[in-house]
Each structure stands twice: as structure tokens, then as C-alpha cells.
């Protein structure tokens, strides 16, 4: 079983960038396709960004395209979320999740889809 610790979230001026980590144990971390999703209070949870297994594929919301990156790093059991000129709308509780496939290609979208979670941190971006 896979746990998930998220860090890396703060407070941050409209413009400015963020770099969130998660960090897997308990699982072979490559054996897991991996997301991002995050959720502002009173709004539900929302994709992010994702990437495959191997990190080959990568797919991004339309809101944070071309401002967001996501990458991962097998060796160190570490996926990362690059945020740059973040916006006060971006701000939410940010969440890692797992999901074990066999492909190491495809991704996952769906919050319903991923079977392991974060507790999340938390993104404050203000204007």
C-alpha cells in the first residue's frame, strides 16, 4: 500500500511560482501513474495534471496549461508540480494521487480512478 506525502505548498504573490512535491513509500513507485488534483473550499475536487508511469505522457487542465509542469522522478520516489504565474484562482488544497497500471504509458484524469491519496497542501496565492 502506497502513502502519499504532498509538501511544498505556502503562501505566494499573483505571479509567482510554487514547486509542490509528493512523495510515495510503501510501493514500486514506478509501477504507479500519478496526478494532481486540488480543491478550493466550497468547490469540488478538480483535476490538475497527470503523468504516465515511465513520465513519457503528461496531460494538463486547460486552467493551468502552459503554466504548470508536471514531472517525476522514479529514482527518488518523487513526483513534482512546477507552478509558475500562479494566479489568486489557483489557490485550493493540492492532493497527489496513485493508481497501479499496467501500461507505462497511459494517465489518469478521473478523481474516481485513482485508488491512493495525500493528505494535500495547502496553495494561497494572493493579488
Known amino acids: 500500500q502506497v502513502q502519499l506525502v504532498e509538501s511544498g505548498g505556502g503562501l505566494v504573490q499573483a505571479g509567482g511560482s510554487l514547486r509542490l512535491s509528493c512523495f510515495a513509500s510503501?510501493?514500486?513507485?514506478?509501477?504507479?501513474?500519478m496526478g494532481w488534483f486540488r480543491q478550493a473550499p466550497g468547490k469540488e475536487r478538480e483535476f490538475v495534471a497527470a503523468?504516465?508511469?515511465?513520465?513519457?505522457?503528461?496531460y494538463y487542465a486547460d486552467s493551468v496549461k502552459g503554466r504548470f509542469t508536471i514531472s517525476r522522478d522514479n529514482a527518488k520516489n518523487t513526483m513534482y508540480l512546477q507552478m509558475n504565474s500562479l494566479k489568486p484562482e489557483d489557490a485550493a488544497a493540492y492532493y497527489c494521487?496513485?493508481?497501479?497500471?499496467?501500461?507505462?504509458?497511459?494517465?489518469?484524469?478521473?478523481?474516481?480512478?485513482?485508488?491512493?491519496w495525500g493528505h494535500g497542501t495547502q496553495v494561497t496565492v494572493s493579488s
Open positions: 494521487a496513485a493508481d497501479v497500471t499496467i501500461s507505462p504509458t497511459i494517465y489518469r484524469v478521473r478523481p474516481g480512478d485513482y485508488d491512493h
Open positions: 510503501g510501493g514500486t513507485f514506478s509501477l504507479y501513474a
Open positions: 503523468i504516465s508511469r515511465s513520465g513519457g505522457n503528461s
